[in-house]
């Protein structure tokens, strides 16, 4: 957790600055566009396609549609973040967990906030984190808290989604760490200023799949890059992104010299360097060297904390073992039979907000007249296991308020999708116990508007 040196920054800002660098060296961004479909051809990736625009929730085409495009590469690089959504297709398609023996992906969700307080409390540059409360010991989780410049403090509340009470409230677990009186005392008399969430890959070193296909490469997150004890993994992303970048050049510049064949030139490119550069990196040894930190608190959260003091200061990382992920996220919710409903301190609008509030504060928008991007690939699934068997968990794992039920015309309880209200963290698609929800891309530019996070 060693922070000295490090740069305090808005990520968010960060992507708009390095955009217009890009733009400055003739690179097309298309903002506002949505990659919505793989592109395959001669056994590899060929590009990927936008989704249409200007189709009704009816699925009847408006006045102004708009048919998507196809953008065809010889290499296509996919760095979609956490749980991407073309990034887990081509990582089915092509087999690339099961090439390089990884194990499933583990995940966990961030919620943050991003705060103003007086000028006597901030402190530029002083970083917090925290683990466990107000969690119960069987579930990990930990907080973030950073002093950036202009008075203003982004912190957040991280919580593994292997949890197994499907009662627990994830973003009302969020409300309850900042009343802790640390976090409360340094928010006193301040002003919330936006809000959002986010998955993050928690998988580390065992879960990263193979990182090559034809045609193409995994960068960052869409690879599970994130250092899970720092929950960091901007600086993995970058790295993945310059070696890629190299890999890509060589590759191109290889396949399309005077003496290269005709059929190679046709041929999906082959970066396959990549993955050797990967492995060469300081990335690869950073997740070597933590990968039993996460894994660890299978044990508890004093149990883990033991094993990561040993594995940390006294093996430093070479422990002769590797511990595993036991378990997909998704199939350790247990039966809401087993658990107590859990009762949550109404907001104080001054520290804690409802979820309305805070959304408001995400500025997520998205175009209402226009076909659900959430989909249930059966729709009778949460009526008839989710909610008599596990109490309705999605309106609980959800921090944005998408899912409810409610009586339809005949009284029965069906699921409600507000898709509208989504701030695209995925945690449905990961924690969905009967993996019913299939998350894809909305119209293009819909979404959460983070300025400052």
């Not at 408006?62 to 760095?79: D, P, V, Y």
């Not at 006597?120 to 410049?149: A, C, N």
């Not at 928008?365 to 959430?374: F, I, Y």
Request: proline fraction near 6%; hydrophobic fraction near 35%.
């Amino acid at each position: 957790m060693h922070n000295k040196g490090n740069f305090v920054i808005s990520l968010s800002q960060l992507c708009r600055w390095l955009g217009t660098k890009a733009q400055e060296l003739g690179v097309e961004i298309y903002p506002g566009f949505a990659a919505s479909e793989v592109l395959y051809k001669n056994g590899g990736v060929a590009g990927i396609a936008t989704n249409d625009m200007g189709v009704a929730k009816s699925g009847a085409r408006k006045e102004t549609f708009q048919r998507g495009m196809e953008l065809r590469a010889k290499t296509t690089l996919f760095a979609e973040g956490c749980r991407g959504s073309l990034s887990e297709e081509v990582i089915k398609e092509f087999g690339l967990r099961e090439a390089v023996g990884a194990e499933s992906q583990t995940y966990a969700l961030g919620l943050k906030e991003v705060w103003e307080v007086p000028a006597d409390k901030h402190k530029p540059g002083r970083v917090w984190h925290t683990v466990g409360y107000p969690l119960p010991s069987s579930t990990y989780g930990g907080s973030f808290l950073y002093h950036m410049d202009n008075n203003q403090v982004a912190l957040g509340f991280v919580i593994a989604l292997d949890y197994q009470d499907p009662y627990l409230n994830l973003y009302q677990e969020f409300q309850r760490w900042k009343q802790h009186p640390k976090i409360r005392s340094l928010l006193d008399g301040g002003t919330c200023l936006q809000y959002g969430a986010r998955t993050l890959n928690e998988g580390g070193f065992q879960s990263i799949p193979k990182l090559t296909f034809p045609g193409g490469a995994l960068l960052g997150c869409s690879a599970g890059f994130l250092n899970v004890p720092k929950i960091k993994g901007t600086h993995t992303a970058m790295k993945s992104g310059m070696l890629a970048a190299q890999a890509t050049f060589s590759a191109l510049t290889a396949a399309n010299t005077p003496t290269a064949s005709s059929p190679a030139r046709q041929a999906p490119v082959d970066i396959s360097s990549y993955q050797k550069a990967m492995e060469d990196s300081y990335v690869w040894d950073e997740l070597r060297d933590s990968r039993n930190i996460r894994p660890g608190f299978k044990m508890g959260l004093w149990g883990g904390l033991a094993h990561a003091a040993l594995d940390t200061y006294l093996l430093r990382g070479n422990a002769p073992w590797t511990l595993r992920h036991r378990h997909a996220d998704h199939e350790a919710l247990r039966p809401a039979a087993e658990y107590e409903p859990r009762q949550y301190p109404k907001p104080d609008g001054k520290v804690s907000f409802d979820l309305t509030t805070s959304l408001y504060r995400s500025g997520t928008n998205h175009e209402h007249d226009q076909p659900s991007h959430l989909k249930l690939k059966n729709k009778g699934l949460p009526a008839a296991v989710n909610l008599p068997i596990y109490a309705g968990p999605e309106s609980r794992y959800c921090p944005a308020g998408v899912y409810e039920y409610a009586a339809d015309a005949s009284g029965a309880q069906k699921l409600q999708i507000h898709a509208q209200n989504c701030l695209h963290c995925k945690a449905c698609s990961i924690k969905d116990p009967t993996q019913n929800i299939k998350w894809t891309v909305p119209e293009g530019g819909g979404g959460p508007n983070y300025t400052m996070m």
